[in-house]
């Protein structure tokens, strides 16, 4: 899987590629039907598998203050659009010259010019182009006139509602990971670097790994059941706060996840934390014994929920 910069020509080996073309923000099921009749129809003509994203997403580039929303990050997409099989991934830098460009020359300048491509799928409800000028019906008569072909892929449904990320958001912003995983085909997670902290869970005997938040989507904040990923393949199982620790100060917003059964030091490693199951909210206790005593009804709480 090669990553490619959008404003450079593709490498002659992957000119003439089918493109997937969209922001695919957690690849989920909608997006993974895009993905993949593009990886189809590349395979049945002979030619490499494409996958176009956008970074920054273009919410962020028009509406700077926007809250944190990604739920993937760049690396994250790039391995699962590997997964889908697909043979690179072009990343298009979302600034003010792509934002500048009118449909008619994003796909001549872009699409042909830099990738050559051979051929453009997208979903339903793809828009390009300043001001949104161009969609699926001028995506398909640029085609006719530019030399590549189109295909758009019907939304995918789940009891009669389309699958989407704004789904997605919602389910986890309201504690509803179980929720969010079905529409995924898998658990919404978290990746970073694990960050040295003020050492506390391991004063009260459940040491945690500090994870920043980063440009995630915050999810609701609480307890979960978790699942670890640790760069030698372990699987660990666990529960996280997710928050700012009401009963420390001063605040600080991070995920901390207490893997069960594991010791050693994860400090400066890049780690996955998959939420599983909501457990309870946040709450502020008036003694380091209450604390302990939740923390351990919260582990009893998280194995249970993991059990099943």
Known sequence: MERLDGAASVPA???????????????HLGHQAVVG?????????????????????????FRPDTPSFRLTTLDQRQRLFAEAGADAMLVFGFDSA????SARAFADQRLIGLIGAGGVVTGADFTFGKG?????????????????????????????????????????????????AALLTRPFTIEGVVEPGAKLGRELGYP???????NYLRPRYGIYAVRGRLPDGRVLDGAANLGVRPSFDPP?????????????????????????EFLRDEAKFDSLDALKAQIAADCDAAKAALRT
Do not use: C, W
């Not at 792509?98 to 460009?101: D, E, K, R, T």
């Not at 398909?140 to 958001?169: C, H, M, N, Y």
């Not at 945690?208 to 980063?214: I, K, P, R, Y």
């Open 98 to 101: 792509l934002a500048g460009l």
């Open 208 to 214: 945690t790994a500090n994870l920043s938040l980063g």
């Open 13 to 27: 080996h992957l000119r003439g590629g089918i493109v997937a073309l969209g922001n695919f923000d957690g690849f």
């Open 252 to 276: 600080v917003e991070l995920l901390e996840p207490y893997f069960f059964d594991f010791s050693g030091d994860l400090y400066g490693q890049t780690i996955e934390v998959e939420l599983i």
């Open 132 to 180: 949104r000028d161009g969609d699926v019906t001028v995506l398909a008569t640029l085609g006719k006139v530019l030399g590549f072909s189109t295909d758009t892929i019907a939304p995918v449904t789940d009891g009669g509602e389309t699958i989407s990320s704004s789904r997605i958001r919602e389910a986890l912003q309201a504690g509803k990971p179980r929720d969010a």
């Open 37 to 61: 009749r593009a990886v189809e129809r590349a395979r049945a003509e002979g030619r490499p598998a494409i996958v176009a994203t956008f970074d920054p997403h273009p919410m962020r580039y």
